[in-house]
């Protein structure tokens, strides 16, 4: 069963929880990263076609994107430009900050935080989206135990959340006033299941949730209905699969596995037909996806360049483009509406 340290952790500890322990599995050990040399083809008499240069997923892209950066030397909810170089500490506190998630409209961003002594869902608001305009954060859960992972749904109404306070993750979900007397002290439990039930994320039409559950003795992607029943299993696999997002669509649900013996991203077609499609490949983690609100592009975490940077790639797999380039660890991106 797993248990929940309280905190004092950096982000990296954060993301290894929630990956390894909330498993009950050993984490993958990380295979050194293999350098390739690269040489250049014998020339012949026959003339070569030059293949297409790799495009920037970056290129002409717009907006912003939040994330998690322990480069103030504390967990912080950063907001990075897209296609530019500016960074912005959106919530500068001396806790540990963590898992933001945009609402629909843009103007909030709920995330977690162990800034009153527990681990909470706060909201902050984000005006013009690109700052908090002095905003303090809204305390929504008001509970001893550890809530995490908020997510909004399409309508902005509501926040699913797992919490621990029933004794083991369960995934709750909060009722988000429309004004800034947001109060969400009573939520609904959504799962009931003396395993661990966490990482929910909407479908774009707001009838489902898919969250990750170890019920069948491993991570699995589960969906289930917006009110938690009819919950189904669409992996089915002995490996542990975690963090899923609801592509724009409705049609696929990106993921992470360690099936391949090293985390890598993965979609999956929504009703869980089919097999899954591998979308990297790399002696490294790439895990912790999320879509672009078009759908074109992922964001995704990726240790491949030595530490924890978000990188954004086709919707693909290809192209992939470092985003952040710091020494300090870069998590849990999450793109702003547009």
């Not at 929940?4 to 050993?26: F, N, R, T």
């Not at 908090?132 to 008001?142: M, S, V």
């Not at 609904?188 to 299941?193: K, M, V």
Request: proline share 9%.
């Amino acid at each position: 069963m797993f248990h929940i340290v309280k905190p004092s952790w950096l982000a990296l500890s954060v993301a290894l929880l929630a990956l390894a322990l909330l498993s009950c599995e050993p984490a993958p050990t990380v295979t050194p990263t293999i350098v390739r040399t690269s040489t250049l083809p014998t020339a012949t008499a026959t003339p070569t076609v030059m293949p297409t240069p790799m495009s920037d997923p970056l290129a002409g892209s717009t907006g912003w994107l939040a994330f998690v950066t322990n480069r103030d030397g504390n967990d912080e909810v950063y907001l990075g430009r897209i296609g530019g170089p500016e960074r912005r500490n959106l919530t500068n506190n001396p806790a540990h900050d963590s898992e933001p998630d945009w609402s629909p409209d843009g103007k909030w961003i709920a995330f977690a935080s162990d800034r009153d002594g527990n681990w909470e869902i706060y909201v902050l608001a984000v005006p013009d989206g690109t700052t908090a305009a002095g905003a303090e954060p809204i305390n929504l859960t008001h509970n001893p135990a550890a809530d995490y992972a908020p997510a909004w749904s399409p309508d902005g109404k509501q926040i699913a959340f797992h919490s621990n306070r029933d004794g083991n993750l369960e995934i709750y979900v909060l009722a988000v006033p429309g004004d800034t007397d947001a109060n969400g002290s009573d939520p609904e439990r959504l799962t009931n299941h003396p395993a661990d039930d966490s990482f929910p994320t909407w479908s774009p039409d707001g009838v489902q949730i898919a969250f990750v559950s170890d019920r069948d003795g491993n991570g699995e992607i589960y969906a289930m209905n917006a009110d938690g029943s009819d919950p189904t299993n669409l992996t089915r696999n002995p490996a542990s699969d975690r963090s899923p997002d609801w592509s724009p669509d409705g049609k696929l649900i990106l993921f992470n596995s360690n099936r391949q013996g090293i985390w890598e991203l993965y979609t999956l077609e929504a009703d869980g037909s089919g097999g899954p499609r591998q979308l990297t490949s790399n002696l490294v983690y790439d895990w912790y996806g999320a879509w672009s609100p078009d759908g074109t592009q992922i964001a995704f975490v990726s240790d491949r360049d030595g530490d924890f940077e978000i990188h954004i790639m086709a919707a693909n797999g290809a192209h992939p483009t470092r985003f952040t380039q710091n020494d300090a660890f870069d998590l849990y991106p999450a793109w702003q509406p547009r």
